[in-house]
Structure formats: structure tokens, C-alpha cells
């Protein structure tokens, strides 16, 4: 502690909420870290005391995916979007980034084959942002397009502690995308399953924390819908879902859940929206095959076609299907909920951007990381999940599954001191002059969430706050957040699952990079 008998702050008055229930305590934390969570009249003296009477106390959450660089310039998007995610109670982002979005000062735009290269190139150039322009903490997933890429997994997970990598699935093929701007967004390369075969292999030898991230879509199917669609003369909100029915995700799924079974790598399903999705992953672990699940929160909280939802991937699925989602995560299917955030917009945007007619639309959901936790709030409100469930899915699991557990994700002695108050009793109708994102609107815009985050503190110092009476939250901190380096070969923390939660399973056995068992 910073002296004999004083700490740093004591946070009072609050209701801990954890995984596994909630605790009237207070907490004491020094030097960055939680030192106490015990009875407030054993609590230390401190130099600060913060007063969370009629709050609820709850870790910072680790949101394990975020684009920032992905249109613009990384070290641009630190410096609106990084707080804007702190603000919203995100305190460590899982960041993808393909190799050209990374930093370096000389952005290319749009991205061909022969710009991707190796991440040894630009890997400084990320550590260095982070450290000095983050308002978060971050860990890294790479998202890899090359044969080089694949084969150098045992150099980053030792030399860049990278221990996740994503597959994104659908840009496979740049030229069977034409309504999604891969180059623009970092992907030059495409790629083949051999790529994927060796990603998997070299993560599978690693050990947990590795992991293989993918999005699954098949867009190799989902262009000859698009000239069926286009043929028919659909051009309705409505079609972008119709172009990527459920099946394009569930048969990804499928098919490199086998590869996953025969590399004995453990897998993370990004996007996970749909039942059919469900029945695969469940068959995946009845195999012994190590699956997690994600979701986000636009397809919790809006439907396909309607008009403040814009465009989205995988697309937003129809109404009658959220609650399918919900009770996924409820049930333990779903393990953890990620944002996606990501800037495709600016400011000027908004109003020469919108079209009625969908394939002139421009791609892109405003403000993800800032509707993350308030539509989980709300999904407490209206009863689809228990708030012991959001912690678990939005702070704790995450962090096991990506190996910054328990330094992340729950309120304990030794564990970081990234805490978010939250107040359930807090109903906010969200304006687009409530964000902070620096394209300046939300699709949330108009909407009534109830509870919403009030006060978010990095490493025991207070990032955010939203005070009574006040237009919006507001960011009161500075760029303190650092690079969090992962170490292959930790043994897993088993997740937390939902009601009936499914048993731990066991991956299958290692297939030999010759063929044999």
C-alpha cells in the first residue's frame, strides 16, 4: 500500500455484483489494484472515498472486440474512441486488427495483396499508441490473411504476448465481396482454408489462452443472392438480411468446427444470431471441440429492416428471432457479448450517407461500444437476462476465454482496480449529442434505456462520470491505458455458464502436422 495504514480510495455504500451473486461491501483499492472487498467498517483508511449508495458496483467490462484504425488512422480513432468506451464502462478492449491497420503513420487507404505483410512490421507501431494515446487497456487479435501470417503464430504469441488470431471468414474472397469494403478496411490479401488449417494448428500448439476468432458468413454464397435480390428489384432495408440468410453463418460454422476438431484448436464464434448457429455449436461441443460464442448488442436490441438500423455483418436477423438470442446467452450457449464498434463514419456523414434504397446505404453502425452496456441494462430491465448473468458474459468470461483473467473482469482482491458504478434506477432517453464517438451520432438516438453507467474508473483512477441532472456522460480522464501482453501455456478458467450450464468440455485430441494422431 502507498503507506502503512492509508489507501488510495475506498468505494461505500455500493451493491458488488459478481458472477455468482451480489455483496453489500465496500472496496479498497491502492496503487491500481483491489486491496479489500470486505464489511465497510473494516475498510482502511483512504485518501478519496467515493459514495455508491444505491448503486450497483460491477467490474470494468472487457469488450473482446473493437475496430479502432480500421477506416481511419489508428492513433485518430484512440483519441475519440478509446473514451467513448471508457465513458461507457469498456476498460479493456480486445482490439482486431488486420497487419495494415496497425499504426503506422503511412495509412494506405485501400488496400491491396502486396501491401499485407508481416506483423513483425507494425506491431511497434501499436504498443506505442496504446500506451500513449489509449484511454483503455488493450490486448491484441490478429487477423491473419497469409501463408506467413500463419506460420509466424509462434513468434507474436512469444514476441507480441498475441495469443487470439481472427479468420474473417467472409473476405476470403475480395472479389466475391462487392458490397463490403475489405480493402478499405485492411483486408487485401484473401485467402484459402490452408490458411486456416495452419492458423489453427500453430494456435491449437500453443495452449490456452490460444484461440481462433472467426466470423462466419459465406459470402461466396451470399453474392449470387445478391444478383437474385438486385434481379428482383429489392432494394428495402429489409434485403440486407435477405442476402445472408441464417444458414450463411451456421454452414461456416460447421465447416471449420471440423477443422477445429481435427486440429484440436479451441474456436470463438464471433457473431452468434441464429438457432441454426446454436445446434451447431452445441454439436461442435458434444464432439469435445472447445466452441465459445459471441454476440452483440445491435442484434439484441434492433430488427432486420427497420430504419434507424443501417447495415450491418453479419446482418441483423428479423424480430421474432431476438429472443432467440437472449435466451442464448440466459442458457450458456452464448458465453460473452462484444461490441464490434467500429468507425465507419464522420460527422458529415450522416446526413449525405442515408439512402432509402439499401445497396447505396453506407455500411456501418454508429457508437456500438457506447450502446453495449446500456442495452444489457435494459435487457436486465425487461428480465432477459439476471444482472449476475451481464457481468458474467460482459466481464467475466471475457476475460477468461482471452487470458487476462483475474487481472480483468471481477472485483477481488490482487485484481485490476477497473470498476464501473452503474445505476439501475437511471432512465435515459439517448440523443446523439449524448455520445462521444467522434462521428457524433448513434443509432440509439430516441431510445429509453433503463440503467445506465454513471461513473468508470481505470486502475483505481476515475475515467467518466454522469451526474445527475447532467445532458450525458462525460470523459474527466486522461490517455492512461497500457498493452496487456498474454503468455501461451495458462491453464484455462472455466467460464461461467447460464441457467442449465453446459458441462466444460475437452478438445480433441491433436491431429500431427503429418496426418497421424
Known amino acids: ?165 481472427k479468420l474473417y471468414l467472409q473476405a476470403m474472397s475480395p472479389e466475391a465481396e462487392p458490397n463490403w469494403p475489405g480493402r478499405r478496411a485492411g483486408l487485401g490479401a484473401g485467402f484459402d482454408d490452408g490458411v486456416c488449417w495452419v492458423t489453427m494448428e500453430n494456435v491449437a500448439a500453443l495452449g490456452r489462452p490460444g484461440i481462433v476468432c472467426m466470423h462466419c458468413e459465406n459470402w461466396e454464397i451470399a453474392r449470387i443472392f445478391d444478383k437474385r435480390l438486385k434481379a428482383e428489384g429489392r432494394t428495402d432495408w429489409a434485403t440486407w438480411s435477405d442476402r445472408s440468410p441464417h444458414f450463411l453463418e451456421a454452414t461456416h460454422i460447421r465447416t471449420y468446427g471440423d477443422m477445429a476438431a481435427e486440429t484440436g484448436c479451441p474456436i470463438y464464434i464471433q457473431h452468434s444470431t441464429t438457432p441454426e448457429s446454436y445446434r451447431e455449436i452445441l454439436e461442435l461441443r458434444g464432439r469435445g471441440v472447445e ?108 476475460a477468461r476465454i482471452f487470458g487476462v483473467y483475474p487481472q480483468k473482469g471481477l472485483i477481488e482482491v490482487g485484481a485490476d482496480a477497473d470498476i464501473v458504478l452503474v445505476d439501475l434506477n437511471r432512465e435515459v432517453t439517448v440523443k446523439n449529442e449524448n455520445v462521444l464517438t467522434r462521428s457524433g451520432w448513434t443509432v440509439l438516438d430516441g431510445h429509453t434505456i433503463h440503467g445506465y453507467p454513471v461513473a468508470t474508473f481505470l486502475g483505481g483512477k476515475q475515467m467518466s462520470k454522469f451526474d445527475d441532472g447532467a445532458p450525458g456522460p462525460e470523459f474527466i480522464g486522461d490517455a492512461d491505458g497500457s498493452y496487456i501482453r498474454r503468455t501461451p501455456g495458462q491453464d484455462l478458467v472455466p467460464v461461467a455458464g447460464g441457467e442449465g450450464a453446459r458441462a466444460e468440455v475437452h478438445p480433441h485430441p491433436k491431429i500431427g502436422k503429418a496426418g497421424g494422431a
Request: with cysteine; net charge negative; hydrophobic share 35%.
Open 1 to 165: 500500500m502507498g503507506d502503512a495504514q492509508t489507501v488510495d480510495m475506498v468505494i461505500t455504500g455500493g451493491t458488488v455484483v459478481s458472477g455468482s451473486g451480489t455483496r453489500k461491501v465496500g472496496i479498497a483499492v491502492d496503487d491500481g489494484k483491489v486491496v479489500a472487498v470486505t464489511e465497510e467498517r473494516l475498510l482502511p483508511p483512504a485518501r478519496q472515498t467515493v459514495d455508491a449508495t444505491g448503486l450497483h458496483v460491477i467490474p470494468g467490462l472487457v469488450d473482446t472486440e473493437a475496430h479502432p484504425g480500421c477506416y481511419s488512422p489508428l492513433k485518430d480513432d484512440l483519441a475519440s474512441e478509446s473514451r467513448a468506451a471508457v465513458t461507457a464502462g469498456v476498460t479493456t478492449w480486445g482490439v482486431h486488427c488486420p497487419q495494415t491497420r496497425m499504426g503506422d503513420p503511412n495509412f494506405i487507404e485501400f488496400v491491396q495483396k502486396e501491401d499485407v505483410k508481416s506483423f513483425h512490421e507494425s506491431f511497434p507501431y501499436f504498443e506505442k499508441l496504446i500506451e500513449t494515446d489509449s484511454a483503455v487497456n488493450v490486448f491484441l487479435t490478429y487477423m491473419l490473411e497469409t501463408d506467413q501470417q500463419a506460420e509466424e503464430v509462434p513468434e507474436y504469441a512469444k514476441d507480441h504476448g498475441v495469443t487470439s488470431y
Open 291 to 398: 466452441v465459445y460464442a459471441q454476440t452483440g448488442p445491435h442484434w439484441l436490441h434492433f430488427g432486420k429492416g427497420e430504419h434507424n438500423a443501417w447495415r450491418i455483418n453479419v446482418p441483423l436477423r428479423s424480430r421474432e428471432n431476438n429472443p432467440n438470442i437472449w435466451t442464448a446467452i440466459q442458457a450458456g450457449i452464448i458465453d460473452s457479448v462484444g461490441s464490434d464498434h467500429v468507425v465507419a463514419w464522420e460527422p458529415a456523414d450522416y446526413e449525405t450517407s442515408y439512402n432509402e434504397n439499401i445497396w447505396d446505404l453506407k455500411t456501418g453502425f454508429t457508437s456500438r461500444v457506447e450502446m453495449h452496456l446500456p442495452v444489457l441494462l435494459e435487457g436486465v430491465h425487461q428480465g432477459k437476462l439476471s444482472l449476475e448473468r451481464m457481468v458474467q458474459v460482459a466481464c467475466e468470461n471475457p
